[in-house]
């Protein structure tokens, strides 16, 4: 009896802490953290939260690994900073409960190259506030170099809502009533760390190199981000007749490069032996946007091939057709590459909002004919003409003793 009362007591035990556990924010690939689609910042329009490797290799976190990049101005609020969704809940939920001593205090190791405050907030996932601690003076204390921040947790006020918790959000230099900031504030972050009570798992992040073709956005698609470029997948916001979908792709093009665009790297190498069209539904603030598509081969960027054209409606859905009939057949290409309005600059507003979807690569039915040389233009050839250039053949309109052809090509 005494042995099966202490069985249960263990199991009881084990059960009833079975969910408290660290939660560690390390932002490394396939995980919800490392998913720059997941972050956002804000507000007044700062640019994208990136993912990038660690710059700096020495100190408190010095390994090599994937942290967060924020970068802030004077034009940003006082309180500006970077979260995920609440609604989303794409770190799962959790719950403090503050009679456990080690859900007090949460750790974050930055990197900054000024001095200032850092603040957090977590949210339920209702859009409620859990605490938010902004008045700790919490900072870095030295630039341009790792430091572990640690913020205290016991003075939060227990009657908020600890429950339901599924948003964490930095603000990144709190400069209420002080001097605004330089512009360029730039601000790493890595391994958030905080232990609380696990409610629900965070739904599985998507593993880059696992996409394949045709791509329809119904599930999770890891793209990276790059120069102000950033694609998220969300619920089709403009659900009609000409496209039923439920899940779209969003590309925002922020301020950053005049080329930042996004990227995807694909499970296999796409089969242009066979298949020599793109065909992509973008969805447009304005006509006349230009669309690129480029695929390049993962290892080698120098291989590549690209294709721009122009939309030709504005707030509306349409197909785009990407003609690669003059594509290599011979080189491997497993990354698709999207900008739009390369060479313009981006500033993050609905101007530079777009939603794509159903992106498939298929045959045009075209068979280009097979020549040999030397070519005498004495019958028609086909040329893929680009960038405005145009060959035909025509009757040699100066026959003469140096060229008495009858047929020669005009370029």
Request: proline letters at 4%; a negative charge; glycine letters at 8%.
């Given at each position: ?109 930055v990197h900054k190259n000024y001095v200032g405050t ?151 190498a796409m089969d242009f032996a066979n298949n020599d ?111 405005g250039g145009v060959v035909t053949t025509e009757t ?16």
């Amino acid at each position: 009896m005494k042995k099966t009362t202490l069985l249960l007591a263990l199991l009881m035990t084990s059960i009833g802490f079975s969910q408290q556990q660290e939660y560690h924010l390390d932002f490394e690939e396939g995980t919800p953290s490392g998913l720059a689609s997941n972050w956002y910042t804000f507000d007044n329009e700062p640019p994208p939260a990136e993912i990038v490797d660690n710059p700096d290799l020495d100190g408190v976190n010095a390994t090599a690994s994937k942290v967060m990049k924020v970068v802030m101005g004077p034009g940003n609020a006082f309180y500006a900073g970077v979260n995920n969704k609440w609604e989303d809940s794409k770190f799962g939920t959790w719950k403090i409960d503050m009679s456990v001593a080690s859900n007090l205090t949460l750790t974050m190791d930055v990197h900054k190259n000024y001095v200032g405050t850092v603040g957090i907030k977590m949210g339920t996932n209702s859009a409620g506030t859990s605490f938010q601690i902004t008045d700790q003076n919490v900072g870095n204390t030295v630039v341009n170099e790792w430091q572990t921040l640690t913020f205290d947790l016991s003075g939060i006020n227990p009657n908020g809502d600890l429950s339901n918790i599924s948003q964490m959000v930095i603000f990144v230099d709190w400069t209420q009533d002080m001097a605004d900031r330089a512009e360029g504030n730039t601000m790493y972050i890595d391994n958030i760390k905080f232990n609380a009570e696990k409610l629900t798992d965070a739904p599985e992040a998507p593993v880059a190199g696992t996409a394949s073709l045709p791509l329809d956005f119904e599930s999770e698609i890891t793209w990276s981000d790059f120069d102000g470029g950033v694609v998220s997948t969300e619920t089709n916001p403009y659900n009609n007749a000409d496209n039923t979908s439920t899940k779209v792709g969003k590309m925002v093009k922020f301020e950053g490069k005049t080329w930042g665009g996004s990227a995807l790297t694909l499970s296999s190498a796409m089969d242009f032996a066979n298949n020599d069209t793109f065909t992509m539904k973008v969805y447009s603030p304005r006509a006349g946007a230009k669309v690129l598509l480029k695929v390049e081969n993962s290892g080698d960027a120098g291989i590549n091939f690209s294709k721009e054209v122009l939309t030709t409606i504005a707030n509306g859905w349409e197909t785009l057709t990407f003609d690669y009939i003059a594509i290599s057949k011979t080189a491997s290409y497993d990354k698709l590459v999207i900008i739009f309005d390369n060479d313009i600059m981006g500033d993050g507003s609905a101007n530079f909002t777009f939603y794509i979807d159903d992106i498939a690569l298929s045959s045009s039915g075209i068979v280009l004919p097979t020549v040999a040389l030397p070519l005498d233009f004495e019958s028609a050839t086909t040329w893929t003409n680009f960038d405005g250039g145009v060959v035909t053949t025509e009757t040699n309109p100066y026959n003469n003793s140096d060229n008495s052809s009858e047929f020669a090509t005009k370029l």
